[in-house]
C-alpha cells in the first residue's frame, strides 16, 4: 500500500469511519456504571447528548498503521470538516503527500499524486463495496460521534427497527434483523431456512450492533456483520480524554475480514481544532487521468 491507488480507495473510508477526534490532553479513564434497561429511544438521546456538535473541524495529525495479507505500512492523515459541506481528508507518508479526498453531500473526488490519477463519483461505489448505504449524513455522523444506521431507508434512518439491551455491561443498539437471523439459524437443521431467506432481501443479512458506556455514553465498539458477503467490520475504541467537555477516544483499533482478505488499522490521534476554516477544496491536474469504477 506504498501507492494509494483508486482501488485502495475504500481504506480511506474505512480510516474516515474510525476517525473519533481527540485534543492532545491525557488519556483518561471512563468510571464504571451498572447499565440499566432503557429503551433504544432512550438509548438514542442519550448518544446524542454525547455526540459533538461542530461548524469548523480540523486533526491536525492522525497516526495510522494498516495491515493486510501483503503489505504492513505506516502514513498520516489531516482532516478538515465544515459542517454540511465539505470533509476533507489529505494522506501522506514521510512527509511526501499521497492522495486527497474531498467528500462532499453530493460527490466523492479522490486525488492520487504519486500514479497521477483522479476518481470522481457519488456514493454509490462507496457504498457497494462496504454493502452499506452510505451518504454523506451519515459520515457526518460518524464524525460528530453520534449514532448511525448502516441501511438509509425511512425506518432504519430514525432507528424504528432496532432494539437495545445490556451486553456484557454495556448499553446495546442492534438492529432488528439480527434477531430474525438468529432464529433463522437456529431453524437451519428442520430445513425451514430457505424458505426464511426467501422473504428477506440481501440487506437483511447486514447486522449492526453499537456498544456503548453506560457512563458516558460513548461509543466503545461497533460491529457490522454482513453474512451475505461473509464479511465483518469490527472496531474497538478506548483512551477516552475529554474534549469540550465530551469525551472521545484518543486510540481506534479497527479489523475489516473477508474470505479474501484481513485488514487492520490502529489509529492515534491528535492537534484537535475547532478554528474557522475560510475554505476547502481540492485541485485536479489538467494531466492527470480520470480513473472509472463502474
Known amino acids: 500500500m506504498t501507492n494509494f491507488q483508486v482501488s485502495k480507495l475504500p481504506v480511506i473510508l474505512l480510516l474516515l469511519m474510525a476517525v473519533w477526534f481527540s485534543s492532545c490532553r491525557t488519556a483518561r479513564e471512563i468510571p464504571t456504571t451498572?447499565?440499566?434497561?432503557?429503551?433504544?429511544?432512550k438509548l438514542l438521546k442519550k448518544v446524542e447528548q454525547n455526540a459533538f456538535d461542530y461548524k469548523h473541524l480540523t486533526i491536525k495529525k492522525i497516526g495510522c498503521q494498516f495491515l493486510n495479507n501483503h503489505t504492513k505500512t505506516n502514513f498520516n492523515v489531516r482532516?478538515?470538516?465544515?459542517?454540511n459541506e465539505k470533509i476533507l481528508i489529505s494522506i501522506s507518508k514521510l512527509k511526501i503527500p499521497v492522495?486527497?479526498?474531498l467528500l462532499t453531500p453530493d460527490s466523492v473526488k479522490y486525488v492520487n499524486y504519486i500514479d497521477r490519477e483522479y476518481f470522481i463519483d457519488d456514493y454509490s461505489y462507496l457504498s457497494s463495496f462496504?454493502?452499506?448505504?452510505?451518504?454523506?449524513?451519515?459520515?457526518?455522523?460518524?464524525?460528530?460521534?453520534n449514532a448511525f444506521s448502516y441501511r438509509n431507508d425511512s425506518k432504519n434512518k430514525d432507528f424504528k427497527t432496532f432494539d437495545s439491551f445490556i451486553e456484557n455491561g454495556m448499553h446495546v443498539l442492534q438492529s432488528e434483523k439480527t434477531r430474525k437471523i438468529f432464529r433463522m439459524e437456529e431453524k437451519q437443521k428442520t430445513g425451514k431456512i430457505e424458505r426464511?431467506?426467501?422473504?428477506?432481501?440481501?440487506?437483511?443479512?447486514?447486522?449492526?450492533k453499537m456498544y456503548f458506556n453506560p457512563s458516558n455514553f460513548a461509543l466503545t465498539q461497533l460491529v457490522i456483520n454482513d453474512k451475505t458477503n461473509n464479511r465483518i467490520m469490527n472496531m474497538n475504541f478506548d483512551d477516552f480524554i475529554k474534549v469540550q467537555?465530551?469525551?472521545?477516544?484518543?486510540?481506534i483499533d479497527m479489523s475489516f475480514n473477508s474470505e479474501a482478505s484481513e485488514v487492520k488499522l490502529k489509529i492515534r490521534m491528535s492537534g484537535f481544532s475547532?478554528?474557522?476554516i475560510n475554505s476547502i477544496s481540492i485541485k485536479i491536474p489538467e494531466k492527470y487521468k480520470q480513473i472509472r469504477m463502474n
Not at 462496504?130 to 460521534?145: E, G, K, P, V
Not at 426464511?196 to 449492526?208: G, N, S, V
Request: aromatic share 4%.
Open 79 to 83: 482532516l478538515k470538516a465544515l459542517k
Open 130 to 145: 462496504l454493502n452499506i448505504d452510505l451518504d454523506f449524513a451519515t459520515i457526518q455522523s460518524i464524525i460528530s460521534n
Open 245 to 251: 467537555n465530551k469525551d472521545y477516544p484518543g486510540m
Open 196 to 208: 426464511r431467506m426467501k422473504r428477506l432481501d440481501d440487506k437483511a443479512l447486514i447486522l449492526q
Open 34 to 41: 451498572t447499565a440499566k434497561s432503557i429503551s433504544a429511544s
Open 99 to 101: 492522495g486527497r479526498v
Open 274 to 276: 475547532t478554528d474557522k
